[in-house]
């Protein structure tokens, strides 16, 4: 008889156990997701990976739904906890230009964030990802941005967005990068990043 090449499914219990077999679970979800998606991903293989029962997939989560929903959430809160406003900036226009550089290279580092963000926007409707957690994570974020800028939330929201769309273009869409600056994706996007830092300094009004 053939030994299975995969670790030995884990059944944990007690608080410690199960945080840890819950991140084991996040852990190997956002890799099998980042690679295949939702619809293509495969409890089964994150089972396999984590070394957790797979039944645990359904009693943490509820569904592989469930599961990829958690995935985004726990990489969205690790970017907004990693990537703060800066505190320092003696300027609007130098806050908003060293936040895009912030955001821009957490996704150098972590691309596979917007892998999962692109496969959330292709498999599911955009009120999916509206969930209360991370909806409430972002107005906090719009709520900091307006108190630092002294603007109205409403003011704030759309420039935020607009930040956070600078920063992000140049990784999700390498090959365009590379398309329009005729150079290799990893120069471009470096390039792309470089004019969003100083784009982003130029749209934010200055403080009152």
Not at 87 to 102: F, I, K, N, P, T
Not at 156 to 163: I, K, N, R, S, T
Not at 179 to 203: N, Y
Request: charged letters at 25%; a neutral charge.
């Amino acid at each position: 008889m053939v030994a299975s090449r995969c670790p030995a499914p884990l059944d944990f219990g007690g608080m410690a156990d199960t945080t840890a077999t819950r991140r084991a679970l996040l852990d190997a979800g956002r890799a099998e997701f980042v690679r295949h998606g939702l619809a293509g991903g495969r409890t089964d293989r994150i089972a396999a990976l984590s070394g957790v029962n797979k039944q645990r997939i359904y009693a943490y989560f509820g569904s592989k739904e469930g599961l990829f929903t958690a995935v985004i959430t726990d990489a969205l809160n690790d970017l907004l906890e990693v990537v703060p406003l800066p505190e320092d900036a003696g300027s609007a226009g130098e806050l908003a230009s060293r936040y895009v550089e912030a955001v821009s290279g957490y996704h150098r580092a972590h691309p596979d964030l917007l892998r999962l963000l692109q496969w959330e926007a292709l498999e599911l409707p955009p009120e999916h990802g509206r969930t209360a957690e991370r909806a409430a994570k972002y107005r906090g974020k719009v709520d900091g941005l307006a108190r630092r800028l002294g603007i109205p939330p409403d003011q704030a929201a759309p420039l935020l967005f607009g930040l956070v769309g600078l920063a992000a273009w140049p990784h999700a869409v390498p090959q365009l990068a590379a398309l329009v600056f005729g150079e290799d994706a990893a120069t471009a996007s470096g390039r792309a990043s470089a004019w969003a830092k100083e784009a982003a300094a130029a749209i934010v009004p200055e403080r009152p």
